[in-house]
């Protein structure tokens, strides 16, 4: 027995909870009630705020649990996705299906009851987008795969607005378009340190399809164009001087990363750029509450 079936046998409830990718769904919580906040701050309704966060985290996670069903073939080929529950058996796939149609089917009755039909559309298209669209079609189409597919992953900003609004506004727009623009820099890095992954699976990734040194300068270009657009919420006045002290300060640092990544010929700095993207988003979006309650 290998020691993540041993590690799922030891507990049934770890597999579940791995075949809902919680270290993304993190990310999409965050960036869901960082716009909630940001819409009616501490005079927001506390029942619609919670029910938003739970609705849209499960049907989040649904979608991660439907993505892997999905993708067991593949993922039986790549060393980075090689130790997730199903491809371990540690799950019979029917038991996946009823787990992922459960969050989706809680997850819709808790917005529909407790938000609104406009959030509840938005989240079930953007299900529909990630779950199907981009994991059956549009992962295979070409390099600009991620580019396109990071829609899903950028709309939590506007879902978590409308759950407490009911209207769609500038603001959280502009949240959406910063997570958009930092998705494609963030998981090319991680595709250049497994680049063979995707050469055995036969995704078209950057790195397999247009070479390392073209996705670095990627990388690098994105890490521009996301410093610029991380300056927009102050720019056009949502958001002070201490939230553009944090993005700017933030937004140097990945620049700085991007340009070490890009002279680095054994590639070493793509992990520790994945990494930082990853503070660097949940840190930019604290700073964004933090701004209004103290600045």
Known sequence: ???????????????????????????LVLTAATSMFLAEGFSSN????TTGIIGIGMIAASSAATNQILDVSIDSKMKRTSRRPLVQNAIPTINAIVFAFSLLTVGSLILL?????????????????????????????????????????????????????????????????????WTPPHFWAL?????????????????????????????LLYSFLLLAVSWLPFATGYLGVFYLAVSSFLGGILIY???????????????????????????????????????
């Open 1 to 27: 027995m290998s020691t993540d079936s041993l590690k799922y046998s030891k507990s049934n409830l770890n597999a579940y909870l791995e075949l809902t990718k919680p270290s993304i769904i993190y990310l």
């Open 46 to 49: 506390l029942m619609q705020v």
């Open 113 to 181: 009851t407790f938000n609104n039909f406009l959030s509840w559309f938005l989240t079930f298209w953007t299900w529909v987008f990630y779950a199907f669209f981009y994991t059956k079609i549009l992962k295979y189409t070409g390099t600009q795969n991620i580019v396109i597919g990071g829609l899903a992953g950028a709309m939590p900003p506007l879902l978590g607005w409308v759950s407490v609004t009911g209207s769609i506004d500038s603001l959280p727009l502009l949240l959406v378009l910063i997570v958009f623009v």
């Open 191 to 219: 595709a250049i340190d497994r680049k063979e992954d995707y050469e055995n699976a036969g995704v078209p990734m950057m790195p397999v399809v247009k070479g390392i040194p073209y996705t670095k300068t990627q990388i």
């Open 257 to 295: 990363l991007a340009i070490s990544l890009k002279f680095d010929e054994v590639n070493k700095k793509a992990i520790p750029f994945f990494l930082y993207s990853i503070i660097y988003l949940t840190v930019l979006f604290i700073a964004m509450p933090l701004d209004r309650i103290f600045f």
